[in-house]
């Protein structure tokens, strides 16, 4: 169906806001927002934990590598405004350039583009301390007016938690499915299930649970240990039903590598590879 069908006349209204896409004044769900015209982008995935300091950026930064070594075209929205950490692990900076495109990504070594706040600020550790109504105004700006050009997969490295801004991007961004962090302990099913039952209501898919840190790795003997208790993600997939389930070590590596502005070197490809094939 295409976009002129879609749309309902006053006379023909069934007040179904997530069927039409009209922009009248009766409307009571946001509309969703589109790229603009120097941009194509094929899929939106959405990186969500319930919960802040789980490695939701670092899933974000892994996936994001390991789909732009598979050969696709990848870019990255750092939609965690008040707490942007993208492009210090990737090594980018600012300050970023426009043209009559629209505002020009940064790029990693590898080639994936990314938008950050910390591409704009005076300096890196400035405090970002805006209010919700003007996260999601500069979310929106991050998603219509860069120029993304053409690009496979869009990942975007939500705002913690579950609050009113991350229900606001789950309403604005055409989202075709989240992939949901979560760190073993800590009441996982709870914090599990309440992204998974946002994204429920808001119609988005859930491709896939990544449990980080979910073990440790003895570099001598190869071991697993697992520091937290045994990972609870697999069930806990199941019960929601969520499509695909993987685990991440806690790696010194990783840490050093972020630290180095070069995560793009580390191998997740077995680690993630459920993931990324739920995704592909
Ligand atoms: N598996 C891991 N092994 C080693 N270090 C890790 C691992 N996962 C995350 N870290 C480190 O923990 C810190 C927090 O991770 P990250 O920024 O990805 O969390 P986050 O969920 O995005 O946080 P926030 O909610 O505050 O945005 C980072 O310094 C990161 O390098």
Redesign the pocket.
Same mark, same amino acid.
């Given at each position: 169906m295409n976009d002129t069908q879609n749309q309902q006349s006053p006379e023909t209204c069934s007040h179904n806001c997530g069927s039409c896409s009209s922009s009248c004044s009766e409307r009571s769900v946001p509309q969703k927002l589109s790229p603009n015209g120097a941009s194509n982008i094929t899929k939106v995935i959405g990186v969500v934990?319930g $919960? =802040? =300091? %789980? #490695? $939701? !950026?670092? %899933? !974000?930064?892994l996936i994001a590598s390991e789909l732009q070594k598979a050969g696709k075209r990848v870019g990255i929205m750092d939609a965690?405004v008040t =707490?942007p950490?993208i492009p210090k +692990?990737f090594g980018a900076k600012g300050p970023l350039t426009a043209d009559t495109n629209g505002l020009n990504p940064a790029e990693s070594a590898s080639g994936i583009k990314m938008i950050s706040t910390n591409l704009m600020l005076p300096k890196e550790d400035m405090a970002v301390a805006w209010r919700g109504p003007v996260v999601s105004g500069i979310i929106s700006q991050f998603f219509n007016e860069v120029n993304w050009g053409e690009i496979d997969y869009l990942l975007v490295?939500m705002p913690? #938690?579950t609050s009113d801004v991350l229900l606001t991007v789950f309403q604005q961004l055409p989202l075709d499915g989240i992939v949901t %962090?979560s760190a073993p302990q800590e009441l996982v099913a709870m914090i599990v299930g309440k992204a998974v039952n946002l994204a429920h209501d808001m119609n988005v898919d859930v491709l896939g649970l990544v449990e980080?840190?979910a073990y440790y790795e003895c570099d001598e003997c190869h071991k697993k240990h697992y520091i937290f208790g045994e990972p609870q993600g697999a069930e806990v997939a199941k019960r929601y039903g969520i499509e695909s389930y993987a685990t991440?070590?806690?790696?010194? +590596?990783? +840490?050093a590598l %972020?630290?180095a502005g070069e995560i793009e070197r580390y191998d997740a490809h077995d680690a993630l590879k459920p993931i990324l094939d739920v995704i592909q």
């Open positions: 934990s $919960k =802040g =300091g %789980v #490695g $939701k !950026t670092l %899933v !974000t930064c965690d =707490g950490s +692990a490295d913690p #938690g %962090v980080n840190m991440l070590p806690m790696d010194p +590596a990783i +840490a %972020v630290d």
